[in-house]
């Protein structure tokens, strides 16, 4: 079975850190995105990477970062954390070529807040 | 990637069968339907998607209309455990990468 690893499935954070977010999959899938999710507004994307060092703007990059160093690895930075941030945020992987790439598989989430 | 409106709410009876329709008037040729559910903390996962044709799976199937213009998820006998946030996306099948999420149904099934 894809496994989707996130570091925390909770978190809380003080207005000002600098907060990581870590993702892991195990089956060397090219495709790493993340979301966050907040009530009335569904999943929003915020950003993903087709590759290794590569990266790509969601619709709501504003006030993250993202570093794609190895490939079964994708972080979510949020370089000064703020209580607009508090969420909770998804991980997904999946193949970039192929009828799976169809296939989504996300990790069970990480639940921030920022006070 | 094109727009889906779903219900927003909808109830069944355990062992019952559930249709949960999904409205994709703008669909083009080369997106691909797909439905993801989410169950009470936990990350979505897929459920299943196809283009043309109707689709079974071991969780559930996919009808579609002959024009694309809607489709419709038939879980066929609900349980308990199938109580979720059911999302339908379209996404192009030659370029896309990414999902967009809608609001979903929320399923309730009872008892």
């Known amino acids: 079975d894809v496994k989707v690893t996130q570091s925390s499935r909770y978190l809380v954070k003080r207005t000002g850190e600098k907060v990581f977010l870590e993702c892991v999959q195990d089956?060397?899938?090219?495709?790493m995105f993340w979301y966050r999710q907040d009530p009335g507004l569904g999943l929003r994307l915020i950003y993903f990477s087709y590759d290794v060092k590569m990266k790509e703007k969601g619709d709501i990059p504003e006030g993250y970062s993202v570093s794609r160093e190895k490939k079964e690895r994708f972080s979510l930075i949020l370089e000064s954390a703020s209580t607009n941030q508090t969420s909770m945020y998804l991980c997904?992987?999946?193949?970039?070529?192929?009828?799976?790439?169809?296939?989504?598989?996300f990790g069970a989430g990480t639940r921030l807040s920022v006070l | 990637d094109a727009k889906t409106t779903q219900p927003n709410s909808m109830e069944s009876n355990e062992e019952e069968p559930v249709h949960l329709p999904c409205n994709h008037s703008?669909?083009?040729?080369?997106?691909?339907i797909h439905w993801y559910r989410q169950l009470p903390s936990q990350g979505p996962e897929y459920v299943i998607h196809g283009l043309t044709s109707n689709v079974n799976n071991r969780m559930a199937s996919l009808a579609i209309a002959e024009d694309r213009k809607s489709s419709t998820l038939i879980l066929h006998r609900a349980t308990l455990r199938d109580a979720a946030v059911y999302y339908c996306?379209?996404?192009?099948?030659?370029?896309?990468?990414?999902?967009?999420f809608g609001p979903g149904t929320r399923l309730s099934v009872l008892p």
């Open positions: 996306i379209l996404r192009d099948g030659y370029y896309g990468q990414n999902f967009v």
């Open positions: 703008t669909i083009s040729g080369t997106d691909y």
């Open positions: 089956m060397d899938h090219e495709n």
């Open positions: 997904a992987s999946s193949m970039r070529t192929g009828v799976a790439k169809n296939i989504q598989y």
